[in-house]
Nanobody
Framework: QVQLVESGGGLVQAGDSLRLSCVVS????????MGWFRQAPGKEREFLAR????????YYAGSMKDRFTISRDNAKNTAHLQMNILKPEDTAVYYC????????????????WGQGTQVTVSS
């Protein structure tokens, strides 16, 4: 059984940082591309970043690279999303997901999803 479990969300103030983690079990982690998405109330799910398996090649959506950093530790079956200089508009539920499609950015290309972790940024 494949499981993705996110953690690290919470209530922070604007300008703070958070590091989200996603622990994966039930699959060969290093073979899968990991992605991070978020969904704010009333909005569509938004792609943030992805990182490929063994090579660790990264890709970010738009201006996310300015403040967000995706990484992975294959030895610990864990993916991370470091978020700096958080803004109120970053408030959303953040999800990690796994895909075998290396260059995937569309949510429908991701097969396995975590349950999400809430990030709330106050002004």
């Amino acid at each position: 059984q494949v499981q993705l479990v996110e953690s690290g969300g919470g209530l922070v103030q604007a300008g703070d940082s958070l590091r989200l983690s996603c622990v994966v079990s039930g699959l060969t982690f290093s073979s899968w591309t990991m992605g991070w998405f978020r969904q704010a109330p009333g909005k569509e799910r938004e792609f943030l970043a992805r990182i490929t398996g063994n090579a660790g090649s990264t890709y970010y959506a738009g201006s996310m690279k300015d403040r967000f950093t995706i990484s992975r530790d294959n030895a610990k079956n864990t993916a991370h999303l470091q978020m700096n200089i958080l803004k109120p508009e970053d408030t959303a539920v953040y999800y990690c997901a796994a895909t075998m499609v290396q260059a995937a950015r569309e949510s429908n290309r991701y097969i396995y999803w975590g349950q999400g972790t809430q990030v709330t940024v106050s002004s």
